[in-house]
């Protein structure tokens, strides 16, 4: 948004001059048009029908009707420029009237001038109106999370008075002040308790003011545990929007807190004007510098919370700061919750890099050993704007954080570019089995690149399944392995070494795309590869016998590898399943991907979905996101180093021999755990198995 010298000659979009004198007439002529003009008939059936359902909640209780301007408490606040009706009846006549009020508020005189004086072209500004139900307030207040008095930025501070927030708001009566320690919201530092006189309640359909009883007109209008309660709403509303707020609240006469609303708090940046960071870093302990990526910047507080498992998620504690391994998109139902987010391994164009940027959350991945250089529990400042993690408490960033942090969700363009999202981000062509999957039916920008990367994909996988269709000889290649895989290669350029261009048949040693490689190395995995027959009960083989294939007939035939220097898709079929995988692994991190599918099996469908639960119990302990319907499972991963990558294709490749004749010991629930158990601990005979499910 420009800001406008107040001296500057404006111009107004309904070209109104700054010095019109006629300004006055013009805007009451709108004011009085809106009053006056009729609801759109959609819009009256949508609050009648609104309205039925508030009274089957509610019954007879009155609402509130107030504004919600689309620059309204962003960069400017507007703050009581708008209309708030207050003690509307529920009727819709009422109702109605009270939204016009609200909505030609939007041209008040006072939100007019104010508008003028810092170049705001409020006619572009769209006004949504609320309507809330009027809460039976004991007390009402104002909190700011930073006390604007406080130089140090170290106490938040509470106005209180008895009844509506009325008082408080337009600063008719004295008030109780409380201020707190932002560090330990559990310490009131000072109360200044006011002599009040009056105070507001509703009668009936007025506001009315009240005369207090003598015997609590100087006690206080908060309990201390109502303090602190408030105190730590107000910082956990702070951390969620990454900015000091300015809150309104309400305690109901049940003792209830209610947040009325939470907006940005603007505080004067003559605190500190910028960051004297060599006299940080000299000052404080860092504990690492310009390790890894910044996935999203800020600067953040917290002690670290160490994860070893994602289990470990369900214990994440308010404000911490997660320190992990890998990344992984499971982060994101702590996100809320996590001061900022440090990680060994990822990718700033990871899911997870993704979701940090959504919630606003202080991100650096990839910093190789930052598990290793700090103890659970122990207080850390990350500054992620520097890439820069510090021992204890910064003082000096904190308030530099307080004071300076430009929130992008609020500028025009940020909103410009959510209200087209819905034309690009949400994915509808989800299941390539169903007939919907179709260009038709395509809705957005993503459904495009799915349904272009399915068929691409299954492109891939057809080429070479019928015999006739097999490439030129020397071209397409038979694969001699130490088990009875079956695979024939499909060079595209850089997968073979270049000896081997003339052979028909080629060995591992042939082999130079670093994926395949790696898939195979898992697939030879000592004990991995199970050759002996297993025995099927006669529930089973009848399965097995008259089982038709859910997939379609170009399948059946040869397991193919199209493969190059960095890429490969392998199509593997034995008996009735089949894997598909997809993988691009190079030295680029942004580019590399892993997409695996499993589908079907011979034994009935309790068993095949028991295995479909186990590869997805496999795939997710790896930070795979994984969907199931029935026997089908996809997997995905994305944005890996190489070497990680590698590590998780050789993983699929002991998965894939591990899990191909599995569905057969698939007798109950515990069998997924007991083998889940054996394949992470790397027990992959099937006697074993076969005796633990057994017992």
């Known amino acids: 948004m420009r800001k406008f010298d107040r001296r500057e000659n404006t111009k107004w979009p309904f070209g109104i001059e700054d010095r019109d004198k006629n300004l006055e007439d013009k805007r009451k002529k709108v004011e009085k048009a809106i009053l006056e003009s009729k609801i759109n008939p959609s819009l009256e059936e949508a609050l009648s029908s609104a309205l039925l359902r508030y009274k089957e909640i509610c019954g007879d209780r009155p609402l509130v009707v107030r504004s919600s301007a689309q620059e309204e408490d962003q960069e400017l606040s507007f703050a009581g420029l708008f209309k708030t009706v207050i003690n509307v009846p529920p009727t819709l006549p009422i109702l109605e009237k009270a939204y016009k009020q609200v909505i030609a508020s939007l041209f008040s005189s006072k939100a007019l001038s104010y508008a003028k004086s810092f170049g705001s072209y409020f006619l572009d500004m769209p006004m949504a109106v609320g309507f809330l139900e009027l809460l039976e307030a004991r007390t009402s207040g104002v909190m700011f999370t930073v006390n604007p008095q406080d130089i140090k930025l170290e106490t938040l501070l509470i106005t209180a008075n008895w009844g509506l927030g009325i008082s408080i708001v337009e600063g008719t009566f004295p008030l109780d002040h409380f201020i707190v320690s932002r560090n330990n919201p559990n310490r009131i530092l000072h109360k200044k308790i006011s002599e009040k006189n009056y105070y507001f309640i509703t009668n009936k359909d007025e506001i009315i003011k009240n005369s207090l009883p003598e015997d609590i007109k100087k006690e206080p209008c908060l309990l201390d545990d109502e303090i602190k309660a408030l105190a730590k709403a107000g910082l956990l509303l702070e951390r969620y929007f990454k900015r000091p707020q300015d809150i309104e609240w309400v305690i109901d006469t049940k003792g209830s807190l209610y947040i009325l609303q939470s907006r940005p708090l603007v505080i004067s940046n003559k605190v500190l004007e910028e960051r004297p960071l060599p006299e940080i870093k000299q000052k404080y302990e860092v504990i690492t510098e310009d390790k890894g990526f910044v996935a999203h910047g800020g600067i953040a507080l917290g002690p670290v919370f160490l994860l070893q498992s994602l289990k470990d998620l369900d214990e994440f504690p308010e404000g911490a700061v997660l320190v992990a391994r890998r990344d992984s998109s499971h982060f994101v139902k702590v996100m809320p919750k996590a001061a900022a987010i440090l990680t060994d391994i990822g990718s700033p164009t990871s899911h997870m890099a993704t979701l940090c940027r959504e919630f606003r959350v202080p991100t650096i991945v990839g910093m190789k050993n930052i598990t290793k250089l700090v103890k659970p529990g122990e207080v850390i400042t990350v500054d992620a704007d520097d890439n820069c993690i510090y021992r204890g408490r910064v003082e000096e ?51 495009i690149l799915r349904f272009c990367h399915e068929k691409a994909v299954q492109e891939l996988v057809n080429v070479g399944k019928d015999a006739k269709n097999l490439l030129d000889r020397h071209v397409t290649k038979k694969l001699k392995l130490a088990i009875p895989a079956g695979i024939l290669v499909i060079d595209l350029d850089g997968g073979l070494t270049s000896e081997s261009q003339s052979k028909d048949e080629i060995t591992l040693e042939n082999i130079e795309c670093l994926p395949f490689k790696a898939v195979l190395r898992g697939m030879l995995t000592p004990g991995v590869w199970q050759t002996e027959a297993v025995k099927m009960d006669f529930k089973d083989f009848i399965s097995s016998m008259i089982k038709t294939p859910a997939i379609s007939p170009h399948y059946i035939g040869e397991n193919i590898a199209v493969i190059s220097t960095y890429y490969l898709n392998l199509s593997l079929r034995f008996g009735y399943h089949f894997n598909i995988l997809d993988t691009y692994s190079s030295p680029n991190t942004r580019e590399n991907h892993i997409y695996f599918r499993f589908l079907g099996g011979a034994t009935d469908m309790a068993k095949r979905s028991r295995r479909i639960q186990l590869i997805k119990k496999i795939l997710s302990y790896y930070d795979f996101n994984v969907t199931t319907k029935g026997d089908l499972l996809i997997s995905r991963i994305t944005n890996l180093p190489l070497k990680e990558i590698e590590t998780l294709l050789e993983m699929i490749g002991r998965l894939i021999g591990f899990t191909r004749q599995l569905d057969v010991f698939m007798e109950n629930d515990l069998s997924i755990e007991r083998a889940f158990e054996g394949f992470i601990s790397g027990n992959y005979r099937l006697n074993i198995r076969r005796k633990n499910v057994s017992q």
């Open 397 to 447: 960033l904190l308030k530099f954080q307080a004071v300076s942090q430009l929130n992008l969700a609020d500028t025009k363009e940020f909103r410009l570019l959510r209200k087209i999202l819905h034309l690009v981000s949400p994915l509808n062509l989800v299941d390539p089995l169903i007939k919907d999957f179709r260009p038709e039916a395509c809705k957005t920008f993503h459904d």
